[in-house]
């Protein structure tokens, strides 16, 4: 067992409180993790598995993502970056072997941010955790100003969205949003009725630009649907248009209870 207490005293204090999944095999290496980055900061998730790391990231959005290499190897169809990287773009941290030192290397070139090398310093791990976070900080566009150019609240039927705060409420029902399904949800709900790609929701609502990213617009449409439809297996709100692909239907009143 590795002792931990050592690494207690190091926390980071200058960001703000971020979702990380730890994909890791080494139950030492995770609690190492969590020590070193104690603190109100971050909330963690864990999985021992690659198949468990696709299914949260199917669940939640995460600020950062921190991999064993080992894990990544993946028996049919792509490598479990590959896969992640289909579904967010959020940054990626290889953790590596010292003797597989040349497999990260291999990473960072197929997409991964950084890499860190087995053991590493307290230190290392935080510079490279705060450097990641940096480098995300600008995901989505700078809203304006609410109290200038937006109402507090948009609705359309049963859907009501707080601009402000991360929430929705349907049928008078609170529902908290992560901050890329409220994004999504608002730049639907102000533009309605109107189809948009993949491509351009995720570049009109979340800037992003790269290309091969979008299948994390269909993993937050399936999370947002989750929360404010009544049906998902058929969706009155956010609408599928075959080949081309969703909008926001403004044309349907749900009744509140």
């Known amino acids: 067992m590795?002792?931990?207490?050592?690494?207690?005293s190091f926390v980071l204090q200058e960001v703000k409180e971020v979702n990380i999944l730890l994909v890791?095999?080494?139950?030492?290496?995770?609690?190492?993790?969590?020590?070193?980055?104690?603190?109100?900061?971050?909330?963690?998730?864990?999985?021992?598995?690659?198949?468990?790391?696709?299914?949260?990231?199917?669940?939640k959005d995460y600020d950062l993502i921190i991999l064993n290499a080992a894990l990544n190897q993946v028996?049919?169809?792509?490598n479990?970056?590959?896969?992640?990287?289909?579904?967010?773009i959020s940054p990626v941290i290889i953790l590596v072997d010292e003797k597989d030192a040349d497999i990260g290397l291999g990473l960072m070139e197929a997409g991964a941010d950084y890499d860190l090398v087995k053991p590493f310093?307290?230190?290392?791990?935080?510079?490279?955790?705060?450097?990641?976070?940096?480098?995300?900080?600008?995901?989505?566009?700078?809203?304006?100003?609410?109290?200038?150019?937006?109402?507090?609240?948009?609705?359309?039927?049963?859907?009501?969205?707080?601009?402000?705060?991360?929430?929705?409420?349907?049928?008078?029902?609170k529902i908290n949003l992560s901050a890329r399904e409220f994004s999504l949800l608002q730049f639907l709900m102000t533009n309605p009725n109107r189809i948009f790609t993949r491509k351009e929701?995720?570049?009109?609502?979340?800037?992003?630009?790269?290309?091969?990213?979008?299948?994390?617009?269909?993993?937050?449409?399936?999370?947002?649907?989750s929360k404010i439809e009544?049906?998902?297996?058929?969706?009155?709100?956010?609408?599928?248009?075959?080949?081309e692909g969703y909008l926001f239907n403004a044309n349907k009143e749900h009744p509140a209870p």
């Not at 590795?2 to 207690?8: C, H, K, L, R, Y």
């Open 24 to 59: 890791e095999k080494d139950e030492d290496y995770i609690s190492i993790l969590q020590a070193v980055l104690s603190g109100g900061n971050f909330i963690f998730d864990t999985t021992f598995t690659n198949k468990g790391a696709l299914e949260k990231l199917e669940e």
């Open 201 to 225: 929701l995720a570049e009109k609502a979340w800037g992003w630009t790269q290309n091969g990213e979008i299948r994390a617009i269909d993993s937050t449409i399936k999370r947002l649907r």
């Open 121 to 173: 310093s307290p230190h290392r791990l935080k510079a490279a955790v705060t450097a990641a976070l940096r480098r995300n900080e600008v995901c989505t566009p700078e809203p304006a100003p609410v109290e200038t150019i937006l109402p507090e609240s948009i609705r359309t039927g049963a859907v009501e969205l707080s601009l402000g705060r991360l929430e929705a409420v349907v049928n008078n029902k």
């Open 80 to 88: 479990l970056l590959d896969q992640i990287r289909t579904r967010t």
């Open 2 to 8: 590795v002792a931990t207490e050592q690494f207690n």
């Open 230 to 243: 009544d049906d998902t297996r058929h969706p009155q709100f956010i609408l599928t248009e075959r080949n």
């Open 75 to 78: 028996k049919s169809g792509k």
